[in-house]
Protein backbone atom coordinates (compact mmCIF):
# COMPACT_ATOMS: atom_id res chain seq x y z
CA UNK A 1 0.00 0.00 0.00
CA UNK A 2 1.28 3.41 -1.00
CA UNK A 3 1.53 5.91 1.41
CA UNK A 4 -1.49 8.58 1.88
CA UNK A 5 0.76 11.82 1.18
CA UNK A 6 3.98 11.74 -0.87
CA UNK A 7 6.02 14.50 -0.65
CA UNK A 8 6.39 16.61 -3.52
CA UNK A 9 9.38 18.64 -4.78
CA UNK A 10 10.56 20.79 -7.75
CA UNK A 11 12.97 19.49 -9.55
CA UNK A 12 15.53 21.33 -8.95
CA UNK A 13 14.94 20.89 -5.21
CA UNK A 14 18.64 20.42 -3.19
CA UNK A 15 18.53 19.89 0.36
CA UNK A 16 20.33 22.68 2.57
CA UNK A 17 23.53 21.48 3.96
CA UNK A 18 24.38 23.30 6.94
CA UNK A 19 27.58 22.99 9.34
CA UNK A 20 26.46 22.20 12.87
CA UNK A 21 29.07 23.72 14.45
CA UNK A 22 28.77 26.64 12.68
CA UNK A 23 25.73 27.51 13.86
CA UNK A 24 25.95 26.67 17.20
CA UNK A 25 28.97 29.31 17.48
CA UNK A 26 26.52 32.39 15.68
CA UNK A 27 25.93 35.09 18.41
CA UNK A 28 24.29 38.57 17.88
CA UNK A 29 27.79 39.93 17.19
CA UNK A 30 28.28 37.52 14.45
CA UNK A 31 28.67 39.23 10.91
CA UNK A 32 28.73 37.20 8.22
CA UNK A 33 28.66 37.13 3.91
CA UNK A 34 28.95 35.13 1.69
CA UNK A 35 31.17 35.49 -1.18
CA UNK A 36 28.40 35.85 -4.41
CA UNK A 37 25.75 36.88 -3.31
CA UNK A 38 23.71 37.79 -6.56
CA UNK A 39 20.19 37.03 -5.97
CA UNK A 40 17.15 38.27 -7.83
CA UNK A 41 14.80 41.34 -6.19
CA UNK A 42 11.87 39.44 -5.35
CA UNK A 43 8.35 41.33 -5.99
CA UNK A 44 8.03 44.13 -3.15
CA UNK A 45 5.16 43.58 -0.89
CA UNK A 46 2.68 46.29 -0.46
CA UNK A 47 4.77 49.09 0.82
CA UNK A 48 4.56 50.95 4.59
CA UNK A 49 5.34 54.46 4.30
CA UNK A 50 7.22 55.39 7.60
CA UNK A 51 7.02 58.93 7.26
CA UNK A 52 10.06 60.72 9.13
CA UNK A 53 11.53 57.58 10.32
CA UNK A 54 12.79 57.24 6.40
CA UNK A 55 14.27 60.58 6.81
CA UNK A 56 17.69 58.73 8.25
CA UNK A 57 18.10 56.81 4.87
CA UNK A 58 16.60 53.72 3.73
CA UNK A 59 17.32 50.61 0.99
CA UNK A 60 14.97 47.86 -0.07
CA UNK A 61 13.77 45.86 2.27
CA UNK A 62 15.85 42.64 0.57
CA UNK A 63 18.95 44.25 -0.34
CA UNK A 64 21.92 42.86 1.13
CA UNK A 65 24.66 45.69 0.26
CA UNK A 66 24.13 47.98 3.25
CA UNK A 67 26.36 47.65 6.17
CA UNK A 68 24.86 48.12 9.27
CA UNK A 69 21.60 46.32 10.53
CA UNK A 70 18.64 47.57 9.44
CA UNK A 71 14.93 47.58 11.06
CA UNK A 72 11.71 48.02 8.95
CA UNK A 73 7.83 48.31 10.03
CA UNK A 74 4.88 46.46 9.41
CA UNK A 75 1.22 46.53 10.26
CA UNK A 76 -0.52 43.21 8.75
CA UNK A 77 1.27 42.17 5.51
CA UNK A 78 2.62 45.79 4.79
CA UNK A 79 6.26 45.98 5.15
CA UNK A 80 8.16 49.18 4.98
CA UNK A 81 11.55 49.50 3.29
CA UNK A 82 14.78 48.60 5.69
CA UNK A 83 15.86 51.98 7.64
CA UNK A 84 19.82 51.52 7.74
CA UNK A 85 20.46 53.92 10.54
CA UNK A 86 17.60 52.80 12.99
CA UNK A 87 16.68 54.22 16.29
CA UNK A 88 13.61 54.34 18.63
CA UNK A 89 10.64 55.84 17.51
CA UNK A 90 9.12 58.99 19.21
CA UNK A 91 5.83 59.22 19.81
CA UNK A 92 5.10 61.94 16.93
CA UNK A 93 6.85 59.17 14.78
CA UNK A 94 3.94 56.86 15.98
CA UNK A 95 1.14 59.12 15.83
CA UNK A 96 2.10 59.50 12.34
CA UNK A 97 0.89 56.10 11.17
CA UNK A 98 -2.45 56.57 12.80
CA UNK A 99 -3.29 53.25 12.97
CA UNK A 100 -6.50 52.18 14.59
CA UNK A 101 -6.69 48.96 16.48
CA UNK A 102 -4.04 47.27 14.88
CA UNK A 103 -0.29 46.22 15.66
CA UNK A 104 2.64 48.27 14.67
CA UNK A 105 5.75 46.03 14.59
CA UNK A 106 9.39 47.04 14.50
CA UNK A 107 11.55 44.18 13.37
CA UNK A 108 15.27 44.04 12.99
CA UNK A 109 16.81 42.33 9.82
CA UNK A 110 19.23 39.74 10.70
CA UNK A 111 20.07 37.62 7.66
CA UNK A 112 19.40 36.66 4.06
CA UNK A 113 19.32 33.08 2.60
CA UNK A 114 18.22 32.40 -1.21
CA UNK A 115 17.28 28.64 -1.98
CA UNK A 116 18.96 27.30 0.69
CA UNK A 117 22.07 29.23 0.73
CA UNK A 118 23.02 31.76 3.57
CA UNK A 119 23.73 35.06 1.94
CA UNK A 120 24.15 37.77 4.50
CA UNK A 121 23.88 37.42 8.39
CA UNK A 122 24.11 41.15 10.22
CA UNK A 123 24.78 41.57 14.10
CA UNK A 124 22.23 42.66 16.07
CA UNK A 125 21.73 46.52 16.73
CA UNK A 126 19.25 46.32 19.57
CA UNK A 127 19.45 44.09 22.43
CA UNK A 128 15.95 42.92 22.82
CA UNK A 129 15.87 39.40 21.95
CA UNK A 130 12.72 37.31 21.68
CA UNK A 131 10.72 36.78 18.98
CA UNK A 132 11.80 35.86 15.01
CA UNK A 133 10.18 35.74 12.37
CA UNK A 134 10.18 34.63 8.23
CA UNK A 135 9.61 37.23 5.52
CA UNK A 136 9.35 35.34 2.37
CA UNK A 137 8.71 37.85 -0.75
CA UNK A 138 6.08 37.44 -3.21
CA UNK A 139 6.61 35.52 -6.07
CA UNK A 140 3.97 38.39 -8.44
CA UNK A 141 4.96 40.73 -9.80
CA UNK A 142 2.36 43.58 -10.82
CA UNK A 143 -0.85 44.48 -9.52
CA UNK A 144 -0.96 43.08 -6.00
CA UNK A 145 -4.11 41.97 -4.98
CA UNK A 146 -5.17 41.06 -0.79
CA UNK A 147 -7.03 38.45 -2.84
CA UNK A 148 -4.18 36.58 -4.04
CA UNK A 149 -1.02 37.46 -1.77
CA UNK A 150 1.48 34.68 -1.89
CA UNK A 151 4.40 36.91 -0.04
CA UNK A 152 4.32 35.65 3.37
CA UNK A 153 5.41 36.76 6.84
CA UNK A 154 5.61 33.98 9.36
CA UNK A 155 6.18 33.99 13.37
CA UNK A 156 9.03 31.00 14.29
CA UNK A 157 8.85 29.33 17.44
CA UNK A 158 12.77 30.02 17.51
CA UNK A 159 13.80 32.14 20.17
CA UNK A 160 17.78 31.60 19.75
CA UNK A 161 20.01 32.73 16.43
CA UNK A 162 21.38 29.39 15.22
CA UNK A 163 18.05 27.54 15.45
CA UNK A 164 16.33 30.85 13.84
CA UNK A 165 18.80 31.06 11.09
CA UNK A 166 18.45 26.85 10.28
CA UNK A 167 14.74 27.69 9.68
CA UNK A 168 15.63 30.61 7.24
CA UNK A 169 18.10 28.51 5.15
CA UNK A 170 16.05 25.17 5.02
CA UNK A 171 12.78 27.18 4.66
CA UNK A 172 14.40 29.27 1.83
CA UNK A 173 15.67 25.39 0.04
CA UNK A 174 11.99 24.42 0.61
CA UNK A 175 10.38 27.11 -0.42
CA UNK A 176 12.76 27.71 -3.53
CA UNK A 177 13.28 31.37 -2.80
CA UNK A 178 14.99 33.92 -1.10
CA UNK A 179 13.55 34.44 2.52
CA UNK A 180 14.53 37.24 5.16
CA UNK A 181 15.12 36.93 8.59
CA UNK A 182 13.73 39.16 11.45
CA UNK A 183 14.08 40.02 14.85
CA UNK A 184 11.03 41.31 16.56
CA UNK A 185 12.03 44.78 18.19
CA UNK A 186 8.99 46.30 19.20
CA UNK A 187 5.59 46.13 19.03
CA UNK A 188 3.07 48.69 19.81
CA UNK A 189 -0.77 48.59 19.65
CA UNK A 190 -3.40 51.21 19.32
Known sequence: ???????????????????????AALTDDTSWRAPSHAVPTPAPFPRRETGTLADAGTAPLFDLEHATTAWF????????????????????????????????????????AHRGNLLRLWPAHSDVTGEYAL????????????????????????????TAVRDAI???????????????IDRMYS
Not at 1 to 21: F, G, K, N, Q, W
Not at 76 to 103: C, G, K, Y
Open 1 to 23: MSPPVTDVLPDEYVPARIDPAWL
Open 73 to 112: YNIRHELSDAHVNPSDMTREQHDWFSIDREVLFTREKRAI
Open 135 to 162: VCAPTVRGEYRLSNVDGLLVSLSATDLP
Open 170 to 184: VASARMNTTVLLART
